[in-house]
T-cell receptor, first 116, second 114 residues
């Protein structure tokens, strides 16, 4: 099956710093990638949809200047949490849709962000 | 608007027994897909089973099967011969249009005990 990797899997940073999370589709080309945020024992909350080579589409209530998303290639999308604060601490999951099989999303293992 | 509703926040079952998780959805689209995902304590999302709306036959994957009632917009998951490794959070999800994200329900936490 298709594999999506995320890096890092776990990061701790100080308040005010920026953190970059990478999402890669390892064995397929992903025209569309998605970024989700998940709080403990809750569902996945869609933050944004990114298409290769174009600007991301953010969901209502998600600050685009705080959560910068770049989808520079068909296999890589990055999420940068800028000027992180403790309330940004969460579990972030990326997902990619295969260019060939448009109806299935493959998920990365997630990144746990802790802001001190 | 497309919505997915899971009305059971928590369920528990004994090993080897059968359990059914409920899911209802709403969509105005005629062509869509439904999924059940499992999220174990590792938090990796794992696809359990999928159903194309145009298929009348219920999908089956080993111990996992669905009861897809299109008119009622219901999509329940049955787990037979439950195992300890089935302990996880289960999400029902709807997909209807290329380029858009899956729409998830709130999830059901399933605990399997020995």
């Amino acid at each position: 099956g298709a594999v999506v990797s995320q890096h890092p899997s776990w990061v701790i940073c100080k308040s005010g710093t920026s953190v970059k999370i990478e999402c890669r589709s390892l064995d397929f080309q992903a025209t569309t990638m998605f970024w989700y945020r998940q709080f403990p024992k809750q569902s996945l909350m869609l933050m944004a949809t990114s298409n290769e080579g174009s600007k991301a589409t953010y969901e209502q209530g998600v600050e685009k200047d705080k959560f910068l998303i770049n989808h520079a290639s068909l296999t890589l999308s990055t999420l940068t949490v800028t000027s992180a604060h403790p309330e940004d601490s969460s579990f972030y999951i990326c997902s990619a849709r295969d260019q060939e099989t448009h109806n299935e999303q493959f998920f990365g293992p997630g990144t746990r962000l802790t802001v001190l | 608007a497309q919505t997915v509703t899971q009305s059971q926040p928590e369920m528990s079952v004994q090993e080897a027994e059968t359990v059914t998780l409920s899911c209802t959805y709403d969509t105005s689209e005629s062509n869509y897909y439904l999924f059940w995902y499992k999220q174990p304590p590792s938090r990796q999302m794992i696809l359990v089973i999928r159903q194309e709306a145009y298929k009348q036959q219920n999908a089956t994957e080993n111990r996992f099967s669905v009861n897809f009632q299109k008119a009622a917009k219901s999509f329940s998951l049955k787990i037979s011969d439950s195992q300890l490794g089935d302990t996880a959070m289960y999400f029902c999800a709807l997909f209807h249009q290329a380029g858009t994200a899956l729409i998830f329900g709130k999830g059901t936490t399933l605990s399997v005990s020995s």
